[in-house]
């Protein structure tokens, strides 16, 4: 099925032979949606950079490519092709999927607790789809986002996790979504869905990677509903081709004292765009969001947040940062937003970015919106290049200025990398810091 990634008029035969070849295969509710978020896909059309949303990000690179999607599971990647996307020295549940299928030789589930569920979306719409159905397209809204419309009209799979009431997962949860195209033009469109009941906790990894050198479009939702008094940790670690094009959302909807840290990764793909929408819809809710960014070359990436603050007696906390070299150039747009109800609200927000290059631009956008009178708020953003004292001062030290600012620029990063819980994670993560920074 050709699918392209251009006007909207050009997919309405790509989704007319979709619904053909699902009729009949999914619930009708599924086949509604598919068809209101098709309909608001042909109504809204595709964001230009007239619009304040997408400013700084022109998608004419996207919308000029030509992508399919995946017809089968057919593909030829061996278990050594994905190991260097595994996290070393981790042992996880582990899904993983291939051009957007799960492939169950790769994948590794033994062992889950007693009413823990995690399977592939594809495999429970066969069997259970009435447990997908209050949670599929509802925190993962498409209206206001034209690319979780385009998901939700031709999503095929993806990761499903429940967690039940007072459920401890022993071990983090891993999905891997990882791209084979073999020359073609694959696109897909992955939908997670992550549901923490009452008082249950786990460490979730999220990841993408794909062949390099490999042009690919990856366009995935991720929807997370945390129960009351929920605590999950959560990291989304991008490590597509410098060629991909990547596009995330992600919706969490968190209840009464529940605690949301999540951390965002992006260390691949040549052009990205990441939203991240999460609800306070209750009292005494912890909300983290971080993210750590690295781009070179020509390489594009644009980091979005909403945090909406709907209830008393909240927090929230958001640190983003950025390092561009070459002709990189990067966005973050972060909005904060305090209902009129929503005292005794506390919310930080800062984004920092380190220019490695006289070329690499940013473009940072925090942002407040309060209508609470008895709140503390603060954010801000700043943008510079290496201090030329400190590197003078390693040098002065013995360490010669490659190194210099290799470790100035490794200590900058790893102040992200320091706030992730799960050890193995921050381990990978600081030698691929390594590898991309030489210290000699």
């Known amino acids: 099925m050709n699918q392209s990634i251009a006007p909207i008029e050009q997919y309405t035969a790509a989704f007319e032979q979709f619904e053909k070849q699902t009729a009949g295969k999914e619930p009708d509710w599924l086949h509604q949606i598919r068809k209101e978020a098709f309909a608001y896909l042909q109504e ?10 997408w400013r700084h990000t022109n998608l004419s690179p996207l919308l000029q490519q030509s992508f399919q999607l995946c017809r089968d599971d057919r593909h030829d990647v061996a278990a050594d092709e994905i190991l260097p996307f595994l996290v070393e020295n981790l042992d996880a549940h582990q899904l993983v999927f291939i051009n957007g299928r799960l492939d169950p030789k790769l994948s590794d589930l033994h062992g889950l607790p007693e009413g823990v569920r995690v399977e592939s979306i594809a495999s429970l719409l066969q069997t259970d789809a009435a447990r997908l ?14 690319f979780a419309a385009l998901n939700t009209a031709f999503m095929q799979d ?46 979730i990894i999220e990841s993408y990677a794909g062949r390099c050198g490999e042009e690919y479009f990856t366009n995935a939702v991720t929807e997370v ?11 989304k670690l991008q490590r597509d081709s410098d060629k991909a ?31 991240i929408h999460s609800i306070l819809d209750a009292e005494g809710i912890h909300c983290t969001l971080n993210g750590l960014s690295m781009a070179d070359g020509n390489r594009h990436i644009d980091n979005h947040t909403w945090i909406r603050h709907a209830k008393p007696n909240c927090e929230s906390h958001e640190l983003y940062k950025g390092i561009l070299d070459d002709k990189s150039s990067g966005v973050f747009k972060g909005q904060i937003y305090v209902a009129k109800d929503a005292q005794k609200t506390d919310a930080k927000q800062a984004n920092q970015t380190l220019l490695l290059s006289d070329e690499a631009e940013m473009n940072s956008m925090p942002q ?43 200590a900058f ?19 691929l810091l390594h590898e991309r920074l030489p210290m000699a």
């Open 44 to 53: 809204t059309g595709f964001p230009n950079s007239r619009m304040e949303e």
């Open 368 to 410: 407040l919106e309060i209508y609470a009178d008895d709140v503390k708020c603060t954010h801000g953003a700043t943008t510079g290049q290496l201090d030329d004292d400190a590197i003078f001062y390693l040098q002065s030290r013995g360490v010669n200025q490659k190194a210099a600012r290799s470790l100035l620029t490794y």
């Open 225 to 235: 509903a945390l129960g009351p008094n929920a605590s999950i940790e959560q990291c």
């Open 245 to 275: 094009y990547h596009m995330t959302v992600l919706q969490a909807h968190l209840d009464r004292d529940s605690r949301y840290k999540h951390h965002s990764i992006i260390l691949g793909g040549g052009f990205v765009r990441n939203d």
């Open 133 to 146: 159905e209050p949670y599929l397209a509802c925190q993962g809204s498409f209206e206001g986002s034209i």
């Open 413 to 431: 990063a790893n102040e992200i990398v320091h706030q992730i819980g799960c050890e193995p994670i921050r381990g990978q993560l600081d030698r």
């Open 158 to 203: 993806g990761a499903y996790i429940y967690i039940p009431k007072g459920a401890a997962v022993d071990k983090p949860i891993h999905f891997l979504y990882y791209s084979a195209p073999n020359g073609e033009h694959l696109a897909s469109h992955p939908r997670s869905v992550i549901v923490a009941g009452q008082s249950s906790q786990a460490v």
